[in-house]
């Protein structure tokens, strides 16, 4: 259970955090033979920041209280690292995540909604997490909640039609309190996305869109708490982070080989990856 | 001769202001209850809900993908979202929404597909739900209504609000003559209601092809032949006892509903046919076709879905009976 603000933020143990994570994601996905290992690398540090750095308010032991600050995982291929954030975080034993994508287990490839305590959404088909975000501000408006809802976004979904419906609706109703973090790793499934479907100018369309846009090296803990802290500031708008990052972040072959997105590491690659994330 | 005339029915107005009506009347019932619009709230008549209730309408303008997911969002907040537009846009822009963020997380959100079917005539193919039931069919947790009349749309528009989980409900914008009287009547999700007794065949229909059914089993008195016709206005969950029952007791069953035959709602009624009580069918519905700009009176004549077409197929399926 974390109160927010309450704690004293300790870098260093988050990046220690970062890195328990990294080794379960990388335990999950390779006893699955499957699962996107290199997408859920690639946003770790937002997420520690986000469940471990005093930012969401949340009850583990009571996972839909109403007031909560809701997380939403848009990008859902990256579920192993969310389940193992929830694990992390108190939500349920972290022996239940050794069972992804396991026949009779809830850990689905991807998340679905309420299968899994504190999993907010059913998210895997791309660009669909912003909208839900949004619902659930105006919700809060009507429901006199003052919580605040943050949707992680991959680079990719945002080439979506989805995604601008939700970024012009979301200025349109001025949800201050929504705000969006996008994981900028450059790679989608089958290449870099300047090769594959440009999204450049990012940071321009979005502000174009009515959101108040920031920048941040999205591996960088302490960078990433304060953007989340300085937007808490930003009235009349949505907020944008844009998190630059590594696809595979943590361990140097998936670093340097994009083809590893959607794919789990052999047993060997696995050992090797275990050694590497350890010496870190 | 107007719809229903033959069988003594009496004229209504055009659907959708029915819906209006049943909204607002959920919203004052229920604080819980927000309505969301993809612009066409005068056309879906929300504008009563949105007028009255300015703080829990939302108009999310023209985009259907964002509109559903805001509203699961809503629902997600323990709000009774309805989410409203025409069933084709609704459905065919944001048939991955609705299937992910309210299918598949099973939530307590209300769809409504308004100008179903190819009633509503002038406007053209672009605009008619032709395929809706079907696409509705394909996503397992949703509990699908048709209504066939103003009676029938009051109190489903209010079972829809109550049931916990995901519904759709498929209106059209032509009247649809008044079939049950508001007091004697009685909509349960699942059952189909029997409103004509008969016992040489069955007609089975939903939404304004009760109506026809209705028309239809008079011509058919007539000529001696005494025809069931059963409302199946609850498509999911269906009411395989009552279709059952009407295998056995009657030995001949015709299907009729405004929408294409493939994945209608006819195949389904003959799967549970089928499984129970094997009997002769005949089916009135939409060929492989998309249909034109017309009046929907001879949108209705041309495409067959008339109570003349229900009774001539009704007379083919008799005779087949009797082998």
């Known amino acids: 259970m974390i109160d927010k603000m309450n704690t004293a933020i300790d870098i260093n143990k988050l990046n220690e955090i970062a890195k328990e994570l990294r080794l379960d994601i990388l335990e999950m996905t390779t006893k699955a ?122 680079d990719g979904e945002c080439e979506a039609g989805q995604i601008w419906e939700a970024a012009m609706a979301a200025a349109h109703f001025k949800a201050d309190h929504l705000t969006a973090i996008l994981d900028y790793n450059k790679y989608q499934e089958t290449g870099p996305i300047s090769r594959e479907m440009a999204l450049e100018p990012l940071a321009e369309k979005w502000r174009s869109f009515g959101w108040h846009v920031e920048e941040v090296d999205g591996h960088d803990i302490q960078a990433i708490l304060e953007k989340l802290q300085f937007i808490e500031q930003i009235n009349g708008c949505p907020s944008l982070i844009i998190a630059h990052t590594i696809k595979g972040k943590g361990v140097s072959f998936v670093e340097a080989d994009f083809t590893f997105h959607g794919r789990a590491l052999n047993p060997e690659q696995a050992e090797n990856a275990r050694e590497e994330l350890l010496c870190a | ?219 058919l008195a007539e000529e001696g032949i005494e025809a069931r016709v059963v409302d199946l206005f609850s498509i999911r969950p269906m009411d395989k006892e009552t279709i059952g029952k009407a295998a056995r007791e009657t030995g001949a069953i015709v299907c009729a509903e405004e929408h294409l035959l493939q994945g209608g709602v006819g195949s389904n009624v003959a799967r549970i046919t089928a499984e129970t009580y094997p009997v002769p069918m005949r089916f009135v519905g939409l060929p492989d076709v998309y249909v034109e700009s017309a009046d929907p009176y001879e949108l209705l004549e041309k495409y067959h879905l008339t109570a003349d077409d229900i009774a001539s197929v009704a007379r083919e399926v008799f005779a087949a009976k009797k082998g």
């Open chain 1, 33 to 154: 033979g499957s699962g996107h290992p290199s997408s859920s690398w690639s946003s770790v540090e937002i997420l520690t920041a986000l469940y471990f750095g005093g930012i969401l308010n949340y009850r583990s032991d009571e996972p839909w209280w109403e007031e909560r600050d809701r997380f939403i995982m848009s990008k859902g291929h990256a579920a192993p690292l969310l389940y193992a954030v929830l694990a992390h975080a108190g939500y349920y034993d972290r022996e239940v995540l050794w069972r992804l994508r396991q026949i009779n287990s809830p850990v689905q490839g991807h998340p679905i909604q309420g299968m899994m305590p504190g999993v907010e959404a059913t998210t895997g088909s791309l660009g669909q997490g912003l909208s839900l975000g949004l619902g659930h501000i105006l919700g809060a408006r009507l429901n006199g909640l003052d919580y605040r809802v943050y949707v992680l976004l991959g």
């Open chain 2, 1 to 219: 001769m107007r719809l229903g005339e033959k069988a003594g029915l009496k004229p209504s107005k055009p659907m959708r202001d029915v819906f209006g009506e049943a909204l607002l009347e959920v919203c004052k019932q229920n604080p819980r209850v927000v309505v969301l619009d993809g612009d066409l709230s005068n056309s879906t008549k929300t504008e009563h809900v949105r007028h009255n209730f300015p703080d829990r309408f939302f108009n999310l303008g023209i985009a259907e993908s964002n509109l559903v997911g805001v509203g699961a969002g809503l629902a997600g907040c323990g709000f009774i979202p309805w989410i409203t537009s025409f069933s084709s846009f609704l459905l065919c822009n944001a048939y991955d929404q609705i299937r992910l963020a309210v299918a598949m997380s099973n939530i307590n959100a209300k769809i409504l597909g308004s100008h179903g079917g190819i009633t509503l005539g002038k406007d053209g193919p672009t605009q008619m739900g032709i395929e809706d039931l079907a696409l509705m069919g394909g996503l397992p947790t949703m509990t699908i209504l048709v209504p066939s009349d103003p009676v029938s749309m009051k109190a489903l528009v209010k079972a829809a609000t109550d049931h916990d989980g995901p519904v759709f409900l498929r209106s059209s914008r032509v009247p649809m003559p008044y079939i049950y009287s508001e007091n004697d009547s009685k909509f349960e999700i699942g059952k189909a209601n029997v409103i004509r007794e008969g016992n040489d065949l069955t007609i089975i229909g939903n939404g304004l092809m009760v109506t026809m059914a209705l028309d239809a089993a008079v011509m």
